[in-house]
């Protein structure tokens, strides 16, 4: 059983194009997170959702935006994608409670890329 | 704020040797510190964390981490390596739940 899956697992697009990127965990968990992964792998948050409700949302263009429909479902929607946003977008989740909160299990990432 | 630095970018090590990784960090009280292990084409996964107590903290797949505060410290460990273990090994630093990560250290492992 798959914990933490994400669809697609590739993505190749071209610039100015509007994409979605989808997550669904089967941990019971009730915080998702989006995080970004560049060129040299440096990992960086993006948004978390807890319960369907927005709990961090760093600097991020506001041309990404993204849904969480319940608390195992969180998706990326990306408008107008520029070259910039190529990178590799993992999902992760883990529990809202104690230190729990810091084991997050992530998904196995969406290589997306921009032409 | 938090921070991590991993300062090896890419490490080789043959198969059977011992490996350690090293990861430096900023936090202005006691930090929560996380080792995280991402194979080709994967997620990541935790081997193993630290929040308190004991600083020598045991993992999955036979490593280990050992805090030291005074060094600001929390340096990965393995005594025999295998070949499954040639990966990119990523340390995170808590709490702020917005988990802060290292630049990861890429590691092959040669026979």
């Known amino acids: 059983d798959t914990a933490v899956s994400q669809t697609p697992k590739y993505l190749v697009t071209q610039m100015g194009n509007d994409k979605s990127i989808k997550c669904e965990q089967n941990?019971?968990?009730?915080?998702m997170y989006w995080y970004k992964q560049d060129s040299k792998k440096f990992l960086k948050i993006m948004f978390s959702?807890?319960?369907?409700?927005?709990?961090i949302n760093e600097t991020v263009p506001n041309r990404f935006s993204p849904k969480s429909p319940d608390k195992a479902h969180l998706n990326l929607h990306i408008n107008s994608l520029e070259l910039g946003d190529s990178a590799v977008y993992f999902c992760a989740s883990s529990q809202l409670k104690g230190t729990d909160l810091y084991e997050q299990y992530f998904g196995p990432g969406t290589r997306l890329t921009v032409t | 704020a938090q921070s991590v630095t991993q300062p090896d970018i890419h490490i080789t090590v043959s198969e059977g040797a011992s490996l350690e990784l090293r990861c430096n960090y900023s936090?202005?009280?006691?930090?929560?510190l996380f080792w995280y292990v991402q194979s080709p084409g994967q997620g990541l996964q935790l081997l193993l964390k630290y929040f308190s107590g004991d600083t020598l903290v045991q993992g999955i797949k036979g490593f280990e981490a050992e805090f030291k505060r005074s060094q600001s410290s929390f340096n990965l460990r393995k005594p025999s390596v295998h070949w499954s273990d040639a990966a990119e090994y990523f340390c995170?630093?808590?709490?702020?739940?917005?988990?802060?990560f290292g630049a990861g250290t890429t590691v092959t492992v040669r026979a």
């Open positions: 959702y807890n319960n369907k409700e927005l709990i």
């Open positions: 936090y202005g009280a006691t930090p929560y």
């Open positions: 995170a630093v808590g709490p702020d739940y917005k988990l802060s």
């Open positions: 941990l019971g968990h009730d915080t």
